[in-house]
């Protein structure tokens, strides 16, 4: 079959998705597939790197990389690149036949919408990978309810997102969650709906030995993007309430938005068991992790609807449970339930203190619990697995 994958930033760009994708589209070619990726050179976050051969052969995938300007010049700029990138896929997908054209949802609305329009141009079937619901994940993220212009643009952008997944011939999520947030805007109870998450990044390994530890502390971590729609806050006041003489830390590994606040809030409480580790390369990162022996995952209210969060499948690949401050109901917080793998609260920060002190005293002592964890991560989120789920989605668009 002759596969058409869209995405701007593919391997060796650097966004997790990027290597996902690299990793998936060069397993498919090694069964037999013909798979062609449409990129761009690589740009992540504004950061320019090596210019790449516009044309290149790899991995037994052929990469068509398009050419669009260098984003120095802020949002009008990064716009402009946006409707350069879709619109030349358009025109690419239009001039080629493919089987089947794959598009996720970033950017948002806009990648699935000309994924959709391309598919049609080129007489394929389309698959619409949906990493994060738009326009839903702003609604969510700002944390305040909608005046009436922002519910007039959520319902507009909505429907266009919608149009994307009736026309796709399959839809992937990463959660039943996320599946129910779609399937729940109305219009869409015909679309086909498959439930494969994402996988552990090759570049997580063990290999790294982690760094030593000589005291009986229980650390907690919390690794990755230090954002609004976290909820970190709550995981600070949480720790406010704990004493430093209770043996608990909790370190931050990363940057973002709230650091600053964050920051201040850890000063002025003088909580010296809250530390900040700035963002460092993910192997490094992943080094770190390991030493901990609880990773924590935070969202804001509904957030789970619209978003699996992937630090997940990194804590519990370094071997640690997790502690997610999130709604109980969730798909992930049944999955940490059923599979004993963690703790999900859901409360002030009274709560989560006494969830943070009720994992101490359930996992500091289970010597088998970092294999254990691990061995789930594999079985659940290792890429062999992930690879195995993808070829059967595939092979049903072979068969049909």
């Given at each position: 079959?002759?596969?058409?994958?869209?995405?701007?930033?593919?391997?060796?760009?650097?966004?997790?998705?990027?290597?996902?994708?690299?990793?998936?589209?060069?397993?498919?070619?090694?069964?037999?597939?013909?798979?062609?990726?449409?990129?761009?050179?690589?740009?992540?976050?504004?950061?320019?790197?090596?210019?790449?051969?516009?044309?290149?052969?790899?991995?037994?995938?052929?990469?068509?990389?398009?050419?669009?300007?260098?984003?120095?010049?802020?949002?009008?700029?990064?716009?402009?690149?946006?409707?350069?990138?879709?619109?030349?896929?358009?025109?690419?997908?239009?001039?080629?036949?493919?089987?089947?054209?794959?598009?996720?949802?970033?950017?948002?609305?806009?990648?699935?919408?000309?994924?959709?329009?391309?598919?049609?141009?080129?007489?394929?079937?389309?698959?619409?990978?949906?990493?994060?619901?738009?326009?839903?994940?702003?609604?969510?993220?700002?944390?305040?309810?909608?005046?009436?212009?922002?519910?007039?643009?959520?319902?507009?952008?909505?429907?266009?997102?919608?149009?994307?997944?009736?026309?796709?011939?399959?839809?992937?999520?990463?959660?039943?969650?996320?599946?129910?947030?779609?399937?729940?805007?109305?219009?869409?109870?015909?679309?086909?709906?498959?439930v494969v998450n994402n996988f552990v990044q090759a570049e997580l390994s063990g290999d790294e030995?982690?760094?030593?530890?000589?005291?009986?502390?229980?650390?907690?971590?919390?690794?990755?993007?230090?954002?609004?729609?976290?909820?970190?806050?709550?995981?600070?006041?949480?720790?406010?309430?704990?004493?430093?003489?209770?043996?608990?830390?909790?370190?931050?590994?990363?940057?973002?938005?709230?650091?600053?606040?964050l920051r201040e809030t850890v000063t002025r409480r003088g909580l010296a068991h809250v530390g900040?580790?700035?963002?460092?390369?993910?192997?490094?990162?992943?080094?770190?992790?390991?030493?901990?022996?609880?990773?924590?995952?935070?969202?804001?209210?509904?957030?789970?609807?619209?978003?699996?969060?992937?630090?997940?499948?990194?804590?519990?690949?370094?071997?640690?449970?997790?502690?997610?401050?999130?709604?109980?109901?969730?798909?992930?917080?049944?999955?940490?339930?059923?599979?004993?793998?963690?703790?999900?609260?859901?409360?002030?920060?009274?709560?989560?203190?006494?969830?943070?002190?009720?994992?101490?005293?359930?996992?500091?002592?289970?010597?088998?619990?970092?294999?254990?964890?691990?061995?789930?991560?594999?079985?659940?989120?290792?890429?062999?697995?992930?690879?195995?789920?993808?070829?059967?989605?595939?092979?049903?668009?072979?068969?049909?």
């Amino acid at each position: 079959m002759k596969i058409l994958i869209i995405y701007r930033h593919y391997w060796p760009d650097t966004p997790p998705l990027g290597s996902m994708l690299r990793t998936l589209a060069e397993h498919l070619a090694g069964r037999g597939h013909r798979v062609y990726v449409v990129t761009g050179q690589p740009s992540y976050q504004g950061r320019q790197g090596e210019t790449l051969p516009k044309r290149e052969f790899k991995g037994g995938v052929r990469i068509i990389r398009l050419p669009l300007l260098r984003e120095t010049g802020g949002f009008l700029r990064r716009l402009l690149n946006v409707v350069l990138f879709e619109s030349a896929v358009l025109s690419y997908a239009a001039r080629h036949r493919f089987n089947l054209v794959w598009t996720n949802t970033l950017p948002p609305i806009v990648g699935g919408l000309y994924g959709a329009l391309s598919a049609r141009g080129s007489g394929a079937r389309f698959l619409y990978h949906v990493q994060d619901i738009y326009p839903e994940v702003w609604r969510y993220a700002s944390g305040e309810t909608p005046g009436a212009l922002k519910r007039f643009w959520i319902r507009l952008l909505a429907s266009v997102d919608s149009w994307t997944c009736r026309r796709s011939a399959a839809v992937v999520v990463l959660s039943d969650d996320m599946m129910r947030t779609i399937a729940d805007r109305g219009g869409n109870g015909a679309v086909a709906f498959h439930v494969v998450n994402n996988f552990v990044q090759a570049e997580l390994s063990g290999d790294e030995p982690p760094p030593p530890r000589d005291d009986a502390i229980f650390r907690l971590v919390f690794s990755g993007n230090l954002g609004r729609f976290q909820n970190l806050d709550l995981l600070v006041e949480a720790m406010a309430l704990i004493r430093p003489d209770e043996g608990i830390t909790l370190q931050f590994i990363g940057s973002g938005v709230a650091e600053d606040k964050l920051r201040e809030t850890v000063t002025r409480r003088g909580l010296a068991h809250v530390g900040f580790t700035p963002r460092l390369p993910s192997n490094e990162a992943f080094r770190l992790t390991r030493a901990a022996d609880l990773g924590v995952i935070s969202l804001v209210p509904d957030m789970h609807r619209v978003s699996y969060p992937s630090k997940l499948m990194t804590y519990m690949a370094a071997g640690l449970p997790v502690l997610a401050l999130m709604e109980t109901d969730s798909a992930l917080a049944h999955y940490l339930d059923d599979n004993d793998a963690g703790i999900a609260v859901q409360g002030d920060a009274a709560a989560v203190a006494a969830a943070i002190r009720a994992a101490r005293d359930r996992f500091a002592a289970d010597q088998g619990l970092k294999p254990r964890i691990a061995a789930l991560a594999e079985r659940d989120f290792g890429r062999k697995a992930a690879c195995e789920r993808w070829t059967h989605l595939i092979d049903t668009f072979v068969s049909d």
